[in-house]
C-alpha cells in the first residue's frame, strides 16, 4: 500500500512538472506575447490595447499554472484557438479514435511480435527462421514510423494495422532476445532432458522467468505506441490524439499542446507505474 | 557475420565520404533549378529525374546525405556531452544533485521522444531560414537527448566510485578532480562511446520522421526527411524511384543495426 501511494505521488509529481515545463516553454517561446488579431487594422486602439493588457496578465507563468490547474479541476482546459473549440471537447472527440488504435496496435504488435520471438527462442536449431526474422524485424527498424504509415497507406491499410507493424519488430527484438537468455537456462535444459514437453517449459518456466522485463517491455510499448501514433495519424489523416497534437504543434497552437503533453504524461508514467507493481508482485511470487 | 559487418562498415563509410564533399559528387547544386525540364522521369542526364519545380533529384539526394548523416553525429555528440557532465556529477555527488538530475530525467524519458520533439519545435519559431532551421532541428536532438545516456553514465559512475581502484586512489590521498580525470574519465569514455554510436542512427530516424511531419530542415535545404515529403499525395508504384532516399536510409541504418546488434531504434 505504502508503495502504491509513493508511485501516486511520484506520478502527480511528474505530471505537474511536464504541465509547469511546458506552461514556461510556451511562455517564453518567440512571440508568445504577440496576438496575430493585431494585425487587423479595423480594430480600433482601444480593442488592441485591451488585446495586449490581457496577454500581459497571462504573462505570469506561476500564477497563469495555478488558474489552469484550478479550472482543471472544472474539467476546463482552455480554448485552442488554431480549431476554435474548447479543448476538452477536441480530446473527448478524438481520444476514442486513438484508444482504438493503441488497442489494435499494441494487441496485435504483442500477438505478432511475441508470436515470431517464441519459436526463435524456443528452437535453436532453426537458424533460418531466426535469421529470416531477425531481418524482416532489422528491415522495419531502418524505416521511420511517418515512412511505413506512407507505404500502408498506399497499400490501403488502416491507421491501427500501421501501428501494428511498427511495433511488432520492436516488441520481436527485445522478446527475442530475452527468450533465448531464458531459453539457454540450465533449469531449462535440465526440464528438456527429462522429457517435460515445450509448451509446459514455456509456461512455467520461460514466461514467469521473463515476466519482470516482459512487463517493463509492456510499459515501454505504451510509450512507442504512443510516439509512433503522432506520424502515422498525421499521415494516414486519422482523427486522433497523434493529428491533434501534429496540427497544434504546426499552427503553434500551445495551450492545446500542455494539455496534450499533460495527458500523454499521465498516460505513460501510469503505464509505467502499472507494470513496475505487477513486476513487483511476480517478482515475490516467484521468490 | 563478419562479411555482413565488413560490408556495412564499407557502405557506411562510401555514404560518408558522399556526405562529406558533396560538391564532388553532385551533378548539379541543391537549389539549381531547370524550370524548363520540370518533373521529368529518370534519364541520363538525371539519373533519379527532376522535381515539381525543376531541380536535380540525385544531386539533392547527395547534399541531403549531407545534412542527415553529418549532423546526427554532432547531435549526439551535444547529448553525450550533456550526459556525460549530468550524469558524472549526479552518481558523483549523489544526495539532492543526484535526485534532482535524476528526476529531470525521468520527466524527459516519461514523454514519448517524438512528442517530447514535437513540443519544444512547436515552441520555436517554425517559420526560419534553411540554416537556422537545421541548427533548430539537431540543437533539439542533442539538448533533448540527454536523459537516456545519462543514466547509463550515472549508473557507471555511482560503480566505479565504489570500485577497488578508486578506493585505493582515495586512500593514498588523489583529490576529486585528479580521481575524476584520471580513474573516472578513462573508464566512463567508451560507455559514453557507446552511447554515442547509438543515439547516431536514433537521431537521423527522428530528422527524417520530423522532416516527413514538415518540422525539420526547412526548404530549399534537402534533407532525408524533407526529400521523403515528397512521396506525399503521389504514388510511388508510378514512380519508384521516389523512393531513393527511403532506400538509402534503410541501408545506412541497417549498417549501423548490423555494427550495433542488439540495440533498438524506436522511432
Not at chain 2, 15 to 25: G, Q, R, S, Y
Amino acid at each position: 500500500m505504502k508503495g502504491i501511494f509513493r508511485q501516486l505521488f511520484r506520478m502527480v509529481g511528474l505530471v505537474l512538472a511536464a504541465g509547469l515545463a511546458s506552461a514556461v516553454l510556451v511562455r517564453y517561446s518567440p512571440g508568445a506575447l504577440v496576438d496575430q488579431r493585431e494585425l487587423n487594422q479595423r480594430l480600433s486602439e482601444e480593442s488592441l490595447a485591451d488585446m495586449r493588457a490581457q496577454k500581459a496578465r497571462n504573462s505570469n507563468v506561476g500564477v497563469n499554472f495555478l488558474a489552469y490547474l484550478r479550472n482543471l479541476t472544472h474539467g476546463d482546459l482552455g480554448y485552442s484557438e488554431s480549431n476554435n473549440a474548447p479543448i476538452a471537447s477536441l480530446i473527448a472527440d478524438r481520444a476514442p479514435a486513438t484508444l482504438r488504435e493503441l488497442g489494435v496496435g499494441l494487441g496485435g504488435g504483442w500477438l505478432i511480435g511475441l508470436g515470431l520471438a517464441i519459436p526463435a527462442g524456443c528452437f535453436r536449431r532453426a537458424w533460418m527462421y531466426d535469421a529470416a526474422s531477425s531481418a524482416a524485424a532489422g528491415l522495419l527498424l531502418s524505416l521511420p514510423a511517418a515512412l511505413i504509415a506512407y507505404l500502408c497507406l498506399m497499400a490501403g491499410t488502416a491507421s491501427g494495422t500501421v501501428l501494428v507493424i511498427v511495433l511488432a519488430p520492436r516488441i520481436f527484438r527485445f522478446a527475442r532476445n530475452l527468450l533465448v537468455q531464458a531459453y539457454g537456462a540450465h533449469h531449462v535444459e535440465i526440464a528438456r532432458a527429462r522429457g517435460i514437453r515445450e509448451w509446459r517449459i514455456l509456461s512455467a518456466h520461460v514466461l514467469p522467468e521473463t515476466a519482470p522485463q516482459m512487463l517493463a517491455l509492456l510499459a515501454s510499448s505504451v510509450s512507442m505506441a504512443i510516439g509512433a501514433a503522432i506520424p502515422v495519424e498525421a499521415i494516414c489523416d486519422a482523427p486522433g490524439l497523434g493529428r491533434l497534437a501534429w496540427q497544434a504543434a504546426t499552427a503553434r497552437d500551445l495551450p492545446l499542446l500542455v494539455n496534450l503533453t499533460m495527458l500523454v504524461t499521465v498516460a505513460t508514467i501510469a503505464a509505467v507505474m502499472l507494470s513496475e507493481m505487477a513486476a513487483s508482485r511476480e517478482a515475490s511470487a516467484l521468490l | 557475420m563478419k562479411v555482413a559487418r565488413a560490408v556495412a562498415i564499407g557502405l557506411l563509410g562510401a555514404v560518408a565520404i558522399v556526405a562529406l564533399a558533396p560538391e564532388w559528387w553532385a551533378a548539379n547544386r541543391y537549389d539549381t533549378q531547370f524550370r524548363a525540364i520540370p518533373d521529368t522521369p529518370p534519364a541520363a542526364r538525371f539519373p533519379l529525374g527532376t522535381d515539381a519545380v525543376g531541380r536535380d533529384r540525385l544531386s539533392r539526394l547527395i547534399y541531403g546525405t549531407r545534412v542527415s548523416l553529418l549532423l546526427a553525429p554532432a547531435a549526439a555528440l551535444l547529448s553525450c556531452v550533456a550526459a556525460g557532465i549530468l550524469g558524472g556529477l549526479a552518481g558523483l555527488a549523489g544526495g539532492f544533485i543526484d535526485r534532482t538530475i535524476v528526476a529531470a530525467a525521468d520527466l524527459f524519458l516519461s514523454l514519448p521522444w517524438l512528442f517530447l520533439l514535437l513540443i519544444v519545435r512547436a515552441c520555436l519559431p517554425l517559420n526560419v531560414s534553411p540554416a537556422a532551421s537545421v541548427a533548430i532541428t539537431f540543437l533539439m536532438l542533442g539538448v533533448l537527448g540527454w536523459a537516456a545516456p545519462a543514466r547509463v553514465v550515472r549508473a557507471a559512475v555511482r560503480k566505479l566510485k565504489s570500485s577497488e581502484f578508486v578506493f585505493m586512489a582515495r586512500a593514498r590521498g588523489c583529490r576529486p578532480w585528479r580521481l575524476l580525470w584520471c580513474q573516472l574519465r578513462p573508464n566512463v569514455a567508451p560507455i559514453l562511446l557507446a552511447q554515442f554510436w547509438v543515439a547516431v542512427p536514433i537521431y537521423i530516424l527522428t530528422e527524417t520522421t520530423l522532416g516527413m511531419l514538415g518540422l525539420g530542415v526547412a526548404e530549399p535545404l534537402p534533407s532525408w526527411g524533407g526529400l521523403l515529403r515528397e512521396l506525399e499525395g503521389d504514388s510511388f508504384l508510378a514512380r519508384p524511384y521516389l523512393l531513393a532516399p527511403a532506400i538509402l536510409l534503410a541501408l545506412v541504418i541497417g549498417s549501423f543495426q548490423l555494427l550495433l546488434s542488439n540495440e533498438d531504434f524506436s522511432i
